[in-house]
């Protein structure tokens, strides 16, 4: 009923506050066998990590995970690999200033989940969030690193990047050119408008918004129709993301407006003509690149004055210092893909039971 | 592993194919005690049935719910209540012309799931769809209105209307007015100039798409975060609807532009003092209307020709013929509401034992 | 929440009461592909039958499974084949005499759910027992004739037979005889002796107990540990059948007063040289064959009168009438088998996804 | 699909291996507001700790249970409180030393399940067993500290007896005697006997089985039929201890050989006239004491000579040396405890949508 806890076969289980002793993840069924690597995992989480440049925030957190089971090195090999058993990651929280929230104690923060935490559970760790704190998601990216093991034995890849941030859209679209800037902006022109406006806004106390894109490669026959469909979990997977408020896959929004022979994507001998549909027709992945788009609300934590209360209903001014992002963007583009990953290795799981009986009598 | 179950405390498994014997759903979970009004359940069967219109296919569809389990009437009681058992309910077939779809054996439509149920499984039931057929969301109306009758109980109503339909979209809303034309829509000049597009299109033999927005009132506290946070779920609800290509939350992809300062809602004594967020924080609800919009793309069945390709690959014309609507809406309407009910339902019994236990100490 | 559903991956949701229209079942996760023989549905279905001689009731339910959805018949085949999706399972109630019910209204019989199933859900299907009376398990052994195909598939079978009856312990065992005496038993001499021993408690108006043992052939490599042991899960499966008391996995409660030395199987270069294990080690099957036993109560509604309450909780006696069985063997046999088919076939296919993994980099 | 999880809506997760860096369990579902008391952790973990005597190894695990998430210390107060999100449980393993586990790393032990992991996995842990180690079950005892804390609050205790041991078995039960000797046996008569019997197997480098009781007191109406009855769960947890080989509730085997006459339990006025059913009647708790006996394998490590094979399949002679138990009890008895109480706080919350939601209408 509680809900730490997400995909059926390739399941993943996230605990811990942003001020506690430690968060992490467990894994329960990956496959064994898979060779893991440290060195990638501490790379995705680099990625992830704060202090990255202007639009994130200063505060360094090194963010080693830490395996505590599930792998083994088998006599005369180098690197571990995972037992099918569940493979449990923690990180230990260590540059984390309690005291620096008490001033919070008392007070729900606009924009945050303070105010329907207490109300649903009566009870509340305050220190930078808790439970509902961004931080959370370095457990995902954690077991992210993990499914992408998984994923790269299958051909998959998953890459995502910023479409817009502040109200600066990218106007070309370059892949190979993501990693040339700090927001992973495929557009190098709109990537320096970004900055521009990151820094303007900066100034003015406040925070942005903007849309990642996330593209997959994918074989045909993923997704479990028809409530487990793969845009369904995809956009159960996105949204359960903090700052996610919309979710769209292939034209998305933009169908609203199309005629059915406009978006129709006609189908030729050699694949579809076309991907409006985003790589998944009635909930199973065509082999078609999936395409998803996700909307990015500005980081609530803004130090220009905002109305609310505190635990008395009464009536207060609130500016939120401390050491914040000026948008979730381009933290959020691993989790993202992680989110996607943890995804697709859940239903590549959920798909085996059903190809490999299949091949029985063809 | 297969995804045709719904929910986790108010769990609904529905079954069933567009031309098979019947389609249905059975309902675990749902509490004893709750009176069942046959002739409720009637009433948003008939208001997704075809043949409302212009816009939908003059098939008609009696698709009356046959209740075969889960229901008793008390002595001295003269409606039956549920019993606390898994609730059966059944929808025959009747009006299922099969031979009609005998062209459509060995070809793939474009936008439907022919090719990649093939790719998944193996083998189709090709007759309208099978499983992949809108029909299916019958047995989600269905179930939904058992829904309804506990969310009444406890004060919780949803309604859809719809937003946008072929490039018209309501510049008025007053929800007062959706009952007064057939697409539920709560501007009447919007309302005159959708059925001019509608009749406009169908001249062409093509389709169009729209956009439905839901309203839910919801006591705060519903919602599992981190992974099963009310957005993420209801997204995975409406998303899993086949013609469902986006949804957002409260301001949604517009969060993209905004301010931190102009997306946070601010609270007063009195609660938030505005609603971008949609009513939920943190994938909490926090009391105030829950707002959602989902992105409907065109019905994929037009009659123009199309390119296509056969189960020998080769490269083949196709129209599309038959009783076909010209827009998912209206019809998917109550389907929107359904899925919505479905999961708040589940998550108003998911609260409970947390809420219960939490009296034993405050 | 509700506990109506059995399995993970080949997942059985059963539904209906004893009077009601009808009893049923979901199965979500049978792999497509598969040959579906009706008539060895219908044989299953035949040897749960009442009327099979004097130890059962002489009530005749004719027991036909309705198959509403998830079979298709390919063009050019003779049989309907699984299509992957949901396969509905309904059983039309017929010989049903609600009326002989109406003295059990307000009237608790002992050793059956009368008072629990009031006791937790506040309203009381009393016809025959409602939902905790044993033809519930008619879905089980429909659902279990599907399972049945998919594990012949895979070379598994599984056999139940009676192991004592009413006192009468079985002193030779000779499986190729125990299609010749109606209890499934494999030593005819104590066959004859349970007949003797059911004529008499007949006339007395009493019920008999007895033992069941089920054995399996069963491939290497199926059970989830460490909570989905293949022994818990079985123990799960026989245990949720109304009469089972006990259950005991190869050597069993024999156990206790055995060493170490003894009780260890040794393992040659052909197998494992005994099978106290009874077919798994550490919740995995070891390739050994799988050997369960259960403890069947005596059917609790018996001619005697016993000592009651009724709903105003005033002390009455109580003699339960009507078309009533000795006891449930030798019917619960294909039960049994039923649920170890469901349990099989669920490890089964979440083995797979392990498996197939596997082979990608051994 | 892999089974590391118990529990619906009281979830737990369990990780580790024997010799890894750590074991652990993760709670979700735990509601908020509960008080936890780490001494009284520290006490459980006390009583599963090696080391306790004669019939148990000498190895000293000082088992010193971390919690890394999940309780806050609210302000004012001095002992932490649960805040409903997920409570991550951590020991780190220290005395354990893997070079001694260097000569099975070739060779399957007996009675364990070395050759099944290898089969299903195809690599193993073989340090001390690995996952399959009894040693994961210090995480259960653990996690049903925490459930015990939830069971106090509405008035439900577990407690666990030797009932026999090394074919000694009670003749007298007086339950005030338990702590006073090392085998929490209820006969102090049998208590010295079965010292006597561990010093004699001891001496011969064998190991002893024996028979556990638990008793529950239990509130009406828990447990949730069909499949989750509460007979099946709780066999499914006790059987999910590697020692058990048998579950049985109430008279349970015994049944085999009474009439419907002497099994069922009459009703009076005050309750049930007996208890035969052990507590439960259709897979409900009935109010009456639960009682149920589970059947523990002796050790399969045992210092006498044993066939086996080794990887090559070879035939080999194997001694188990090293420290070990010669007999599961007393060291299993907190953890059937732990898994009565874990399948018992589930139940309890499975429960609680139901009755509050009933309380609405009648």
Known sequence: ???????????????????????????????????????????????????????????????????????????????????GTPISLAIFNKDAHSKSYDDLREIFRPGHGDKTYLAKYGI???????????????????????????????????????????????????????????????????????????????????????????????PEGLGEP?????????AHALMSIGAVKGVEIGAGFAVADMLGSENNDAIGPGGFLGNNAGGMLAGISNGEEVVIRVAVKPIPSISREQKTVNLANEEVAIRVG?????????????????????TLADFLLRDMAVRRNMQAWI
Not at 36 to 65: C, F, T, W
Not at 198 to 217: K, N, P, Y
Not at 226 to 234: E, H, P, R, T
């Open 226 to 234: 028809v409530f487990d469909k793969l845009d369904a979990s995809l």
């Open 322 to 342: 401390g050491r914040h992002d000026i948008s979730a963007i381009p933290r959020i583009i691993p989790v993202c893909e992680a989110m996607v990953r943890l």
């Open 124 to 218: 509340r760790d305050h220190r930078g969030g808790g439970r509902a704190s961004a931080r959370e998601t370095a457990a995902r990216v954690a077991a992210g690193a993990i499914a992408k093991q998984l994923l790269k034995r299958h051909g998959i890849e998953v890459c995502a990047y910023t479409l817009a941030l502040g109200g600066v859209r990218i106007r070309t679209c370059d892949l190979s050119t993501i990693l040339d800037n700090r927001f992973f902006c495929p557009d190098p022109v709109a990537a320096r408008q970004m900055e521009a406006r990151v820094s303007e806004v900066h100034a003015q106390g406040d925070t942005l918004g903007g849309i990642v894109e996330i593209r997959a490669t994918c």
């Open 1 to 83: 009923m509680a809900g730490n806890t997400f995909g059926e076969a390739f399941k993943v289980t996230t605990w811990g506050e942003s001020h506690g002793t430690a968060i992490g993840a467990v894994i329960d069924g990956c496959p064994p066998g898979l060779l893991i690597d440290q060195e990638d995992i501490n790379r995705e989480m680099a990625r992830r990590r704060p202090g990255q440049g202007g639009a994130s925030s200063p505060r360094k957190e090194p963010d080693r995970v830490e395996i505590l089971s599930g792998i083994f090195t088998p006599q005369g090999e180098e690197m571990p690999r995972t037992t």
